[in-house]
Protein backbone atom coordinates (compact mmCIF):
# COMPACT_ATOMS: atom_id res chain seq x y z
CA UNK A 1 0.00 0.00 0.00
CA UNK A 2 2.72 2.37 0.89
CA UNK A 3 3.94 3.69 -2.16
CA UNK A 4 7.45 5.33 -0.36
CA UNK A 5 9.27 3.52 1.80
CA UNK A 6 8.21 4.54 5.27
CA UNK A 7 10.08 3.64 8.44
CA UNK A 8 8.27 4.55 12.04
CA UNK A 9 10.12 5.17 15.06
CA UNK A 10 8.95 4.86 18.71
CA UNK A 11 8.71 8.83 18.50
CA UNK A 12 10.75 11.63 16.91
CA UNK A 13 13.68 11.73 19.02
CA UNK A 14 14.61 8.01 18.14
CA UNK A 15 13.89 8.75 14.54
CA UNK A 16 16.56 12.42 14.63
CA UNK A 17 19.07 10.25 16.33
CA UNK A 18 19.09 7.84 13.41
CA UNK A 19 18.85 10.16 10.80
CA UNK A 20 21.62 12.17 12.00
CA UNK A 21 23.79 8.93 13.00
CA UNK A 22 23.17 8.49 9.09
CA UNK A 23 24.18 12.25 7.91
CA UNK A 24 27.44 12.03 10.38
CA UNK A 25 28.26 8.73 8.60
CA UNK A 26 27.98 10.27 5.05
CA UNK A 27 29.61 13.16 5.93
CA UNK A 28 33.18 11.13 7.15
CA UNK A 29 32.30 9.03 4.17
CA UNK A 30 33.01 11.42 1.86
CA UNK A 31 35.68 13.43 3.98
CA UNK A 32 37.51 10.44 4.24
CA UNK A 33 37.71 10.76 0.02
CA UNK A 34 38.38 14.59 0.98
CA UNK A 35 34.48 15.22 -1.07
CA UNK A 36 32.29 18.07 0.40
CA UNK A 37 28.68 16.66 1.59
CA UNK A 38 25.70 18.44 -0.36
CA UNK A 39 22.82 18.50 2.38
CA UNK A 40 19.61 19.81 1.50
CA UNK A 41 17.83 21.77 4.58
CA UNK A 42 14.17 21.90 5.64
CA UNK A 43 12.98 24.79 8.05
CA UNK A 44 9.62 24.00 10.49
CA UNK A 45 9.36 21.85 13.75
CA UNK A 46 9.76 18.82 12.06
CA UNK A 47 13.54 18.86 11.64
CA UNK A 48 14.50 20.66 15.22
CA UNK A 49 15.72 17.57 16.99
CA UNK A 50 17.87 15.99 13.74
CA UNK A 51 19.80 19.83 13.92
CA UNK A 52 20.22 19.15 17.57
CA UNK A 53 21.68 16.00 17.17
CA UNK A 54 23.93 17.31 14.52
CA UNK A 55 24.31 19.66 16.89
CA UNK A 56 25.42 17.32 19.82
CA UNK A 57 27.49 15.12 17.36
CA UNK A 58 29.53 18.23 16.65
CA UNK A 59 29.92 19.03 20.50
CA UNK A 60 30.35 15.21 21.80
CA UNK A 61 32.02 13.28 19.03
CA UNK A 62 33.67 15.54 17.07
CA UNK A 63 31.60 15.66 13.59
CA UNK A 64 32.94 18.76 11.49
CA UNK A 65 30.92 20.57 8.37
CA UNK A 66 34.39 21.92 7.31
CA UNK A 67 33.70 20.25 3.75
CA UNK A 68 30.07 20.66 4.05
CA UNK A 69 27.62 22.66 1.47
CA UNK A 70 24.27 23.28 2.56
CA UNK A 71 21.30 24.42 0.30
CA UNK A 72 17.60 25.03 2.06
CA UNK A 73 14.67 24.72 0.53
CA UNK A 74 13.38 27.93 0.64
CA UNK A 75 12.88 31.63 2.15
CA UNK A 76 9.57 33.91 2.55
CA UNK A 77 9.64 36.55 -0.64
CA UNK A 78 10.12 40.15 1.40
CA UNK A 79 12.08 39.21 4.66
CA UNK A 80 15.39 40.25 5.06
CA UNK A 81 18.06 37.75 6.61
CA UNK A 82 17.95 39.57 9.54
CA UNK A 83 13.64 39.29 10.40
CA UNK A 84 13.39 36.74 13.60
CA UNK A 85 10.88 34.74 11.28
CA UNK A 86 13.57 34.55 8.25
CA UNK A 87 14.33 31.28 7.37
CA UNK A 88 18.23 32.65 7.37
CA UNK A 89 17.36 33.16 10.89
CA UNK A 90 15.85 29.71 11.78
CA UNK A 91 18.96 28.17 10.18
CA UNK A 92 21.27 30.00 11.79
CA UNK A 93 19.55 29.82 15.82
CA UNK A 94 18.69 26.14 15.05
CA UNK A 95 21.77 25.16 13.72
CA UNK A 96 24.41 26.89 11.80
CA UNK A 97 25.79 29.04 15.02
CA UNK A 98 26.85 25.91 16.61
CA UNK A 99 28.39 24.08 14.02
CA UNK A 100 31.58 24.60 12.24
CA UNK A 101 30.54 25.07 8.22
CA UNK A 102 32.18 27.85 6.73
CA UNK A 103 29.85 30.93 6.29
CA UNK A 104 30.38 30.47 2.18
CA UNK A 105 29.07 27.01 1.98
CA UNK A 106 25.68 28.02 3.33
CA UNK A 107 22.77 29.04 0.35
CA UNK A 108 19.17 30.22 1.00
CA UNK A 109 17.15 31.54 -1.79
CA UNK A 110 16.91 35.20 -0.71
CA UNK A 111 13.77 36.85 0.33
CA UNK A 112 14.87 40.67 -0.92
CA UNK A 113 15.89 40.35 -4.55
CA UNK A 114 13.95 42.91 -6.49
CA UNK A 115 10.82 41.12 -8.02
CA UNK A 116 12.77 41.80 -11.44
CA UNK A 117 15.73 39.69 -10.69
CA UNK A 118 13.61 37.05 -8.89
CA UNK A 119 14.31 35.02 -12.40
CA UNK A 120 17.92 35.20 -12.75
CA UNK A 121 18.41 34.32 -8.73
CA UNK A 122 16.63 31.12 -9.12
CA UNK A 123 18.47 30.18 -11.61
CA UNK A 124 21.99 31.09 -10.17
CA UNK A 125 20.40 28.86 -7.28
CA UNK A 126 19.91 25.85 -8.99
CA UNK A 127 23.35 26.71 -11.01
CA UNK A 128 25.54 26.67 -7.54
CA UNK A 129 23.64 23.23 -6.69
CA UNK A 130 24.54 21.79 -10.01
CA UNK A 131 28.11 23.17 -9.22
CA UNK A 132 28.72 21.70 -6.00
CA UNK A 133 27.97 18.27 -7.58
CA UNK A 134 24.43 18.19 -6.63
CA UNK A 135 22.74 17.38 -3.40
CA UNK A 136 23.66 13.91 -2.10
CA UNK A 137 20.70 13.98 0.94
CA UNK A 138 17.37 16.17 1.04
CA UNK A 139 15.84 16.89 4.10
CA UNK A 140 12.44 17.28 4.08
CA UNK A 141 8.89 18.43 5.91
CA UNK A 142 5.37 18.22 4.93
CA UNK A 143 2.69 20.96 4.26
CA UNK A 144 -0.59 20.58 5.53
CA UNK A 145 -0.68 21.28 1.84
CA UNK A 146 1.25 18.37 1.12
CA UNK A 147 3.72 20.49 -0.09
CA UNK A 148 7.32 19.70 0.11
CA UNK A 149 9.52 23.27 -0.11
CA UNK A 150 6.91 25.57 -0.67
CA UNK A 151 5.70 23.55 -3.82
CA UNK A 152 1.97 24.55 -3.16
CA UNK A 153 -0.64 22.22 -4.59
CA UNK A 154 -0.68 22.63 -8.45
CA UNK A 155 3.28 22.74 -8.71
CA UNK A 156 4.55 20.66 -11.42
CA UNK A 157 6.62 17.85 -11.01
CA UNK A 158 9.46 19.43 -13.41
CA UNK A 159 9.26 22.68 -11.68
CA UNK A 160 12.49 24.07 -10.73
CA UNK A 161 13.31 27.26 -8.06
CA UNK A 162 10.87 29.78 -8.44
CA UNK A 163 8.79 32.44 -6.73
CA UNK A 164 5.21 30.60 -5.42
CA UNK A 165 1.82 32.78 -4.07
CA UNK A 166 1.68 30.78 -0.44
CA UNK A 167 -1.91 29.08 0.45
CA UNK A 168 -4.21 29.95 2.59
CA UNK A 169 -3.30 27.04 4.72
CA UNK A 170 0.26 27.24 4.75
CA UNK A 171 -0.13 31.28 5.44
CA UNK A 172 -2.92 30.06 8.55
CA UNK A 173 -0.29 27.74 10.00
CA UNK A 174 2.70 30.02 9.97
CA UNK A 175 0.68 33.09 11.53
CA UNK A 176 1.02 32.13 14.90
CA UNK A 177 5.04 32.69 14.77
CA UNK A 178 4.13 36.11 12.81
CA UNK A 179 1.51 37.23 15.39
CA UNK A 180 -1.19 37.20 13.15
CA UNK A 181 -2.24 35.67 9.40
CA UNK A 182 -1.62 39.78 8.03
CA UNK A 183 2.10 39.75 9.35
CA UNK A 184 2.77 36.36 7.08
CA UNK A 185 4.09 36.96 3.95
CA UNK A 186 2.05 36.13 0.85
CA UNK A 187 4.71 34.80 -1.06
CA UNK A 188 8.19 32.69 -0.90
CA UNK A 189 10.97 31.59 -3.76
CA UNK A 190 11.38 27.94 -3.26
CA UNK A 191 13.51 25.25 -4.99
CA UNK A 192 11.01 23.41 -7.27
CA UNK A 193 9.76 19.91 -7.33
CA UNK A 194 11.91 18.53 -9.72
CA UNK A 195 14.98 20.17 -7.97
CA UNK A 196 14.25 18.60 -5.18
CA UNK A 197 13.75 15.11 -7.14
CA UNK A 198 17.32 15.30 -7.97
CA UNK A 199 19.01 14.93 -4.79
CA UNK A 200 20.48 11.41 -4.62
CA UNK A 201 18.63 10.70 -1.17
CA UNK A 202 15.65 12.58 0.45
CA UNK A 203 14.31 11.97 4.12
CA UNK A 204 10.98 13.15 4.54
CA UNK A 205 10.26 13.47 8.87
CA UNK A 206 7.03 14.05 10.05
CA UNK A 207 5.51 14.18 13.77
CA UNK A 208 1.93 13.95 15.40
CA UNK A 209 -1.86 13.01 14.18
CA UNK A 210 -1.93 16.51 12.22
CA UNK A 211 0.37 15.66 9.72
CA UNK A 212 -1.54 11.68 9.41
CA UNK A 213 -4.40 12.49 6.77
CA UNK A 214 -1.84 14.12 4.52
CA UNK A 215 0.73 11.39 4.69
CA UNK A 216 -1.98 8.92 3.75
CA UNK A 217 -2.30 10.97 0.95
CA UNK A 218 1.32 11.86 0.04
CA UNK A 219 2.31 8.16 0.80
CA UNK A 220 -0.99 6.17 -0.83
CA UNK A 221 -2.97 7.79 -2.96
CA UNK A 222 -2.14 9.10 -6.51
CA UNK A 223 0.80 11.05 -7.31
CA UNK A 224 -0.44 14.42 -8.09
CA UNK A 225 0.18 17.52 -8.63
CA UNK A 226 -2.33 18.76 -5.61
CA UNK A 227 -0.01 16.60 -3.61
CA UNK A 228 3.72 17.60 -4.21
CA UNK A 229 5.14 14.97 -1.74
CA UNK A 230 3.44 12.43 -3.61
CA UNK A 231 6.06 12.76 -6.38
CA UNK A 232 8.33 10.87 -4.02
CA UNK A 233 6.89 8.21 -5.29
CA UNK A 234 8.96 8.35 -8.32
CA UNK A 235 12.25 8.71 -6.47
CA UNK A 236 14.63 5.77 -5.93
CA UNK A 237 16.33 6.54 -2.49
CA UNK A 238 13.39 8.17 -0.48
CA UNK A 239 12.22 7.30 2.46
CA UNK A 240 9.81 8.91 5.20
CA UNK A 241 10.30 8.89 8.64
CA UNK A 242 7.64 8.93 11.10
CA UNK A 243 6.71 8.45 14.62
CA UNK A 244 3.54 6.32 15.23
CA UNK A 245 0.94 8.98 15.36
CA UNK A 246 2.02 10.84 11.74
CA UNK A 247 1.67 7.01 10.67
CA UNK A 248 -2.03 6.10 12.71
CA UNK A 249 -3.76 6.45 9.32
CA UNK A 250 -1.44 4.06 6.69
C1 LIG B 1 6.88 25.27 5.91
C2 LIG B 1 8.17 24.96 5.17
C3 LIG B 1 8.21 23.51 4.79
C4 LIG B 1 7.91 22.65 6.00
C5 LIG B 1 6.51 22.95 6.48
C6 LIG B 1 6.07 22.08 7.64
O1 LIG B 1 5.85 25.43 5.02
N1 LIG B 1 8.36 25.76 3.98
O2 LIG B 1 9.49 23.20 4.23
O3 LIG B 1 8.04 21.30 5.69
O4 LIG B 1 6.49 24.30 6.87
O5 LIG B 1 6.51 22.64 8.85
P1 LIG B 1 6.52 21.89 10.23
O6 LIG B 1 7.71 21.01 10.22
O7 LIG B 1 6.67 23.01 11.23
O8 LIG B 1 5.26 21.16 10.35
Given at each position: MNKIPVQIFADAQAAAAQLATETAELIRHNDSSAKATVLGLATGASPILFYQELIRLHNEQGLTFANVITFNLDEYAG????????YWSFMHNNLFDHIDIKPENIHLPSGTVADADIPAHCKQYEQAILNAGGIDQQILGIG??????????????NSRTRAIQLNRITREDAAPAFG???????AAITMGCGTILAARRIVLMAWGTGKAPILKEAIQGPLNDEVSASFLQEHTDAVCYLDQEAASML
Open positions: LPPEHPESRTGHIGFNEPGSQKGINQVPT
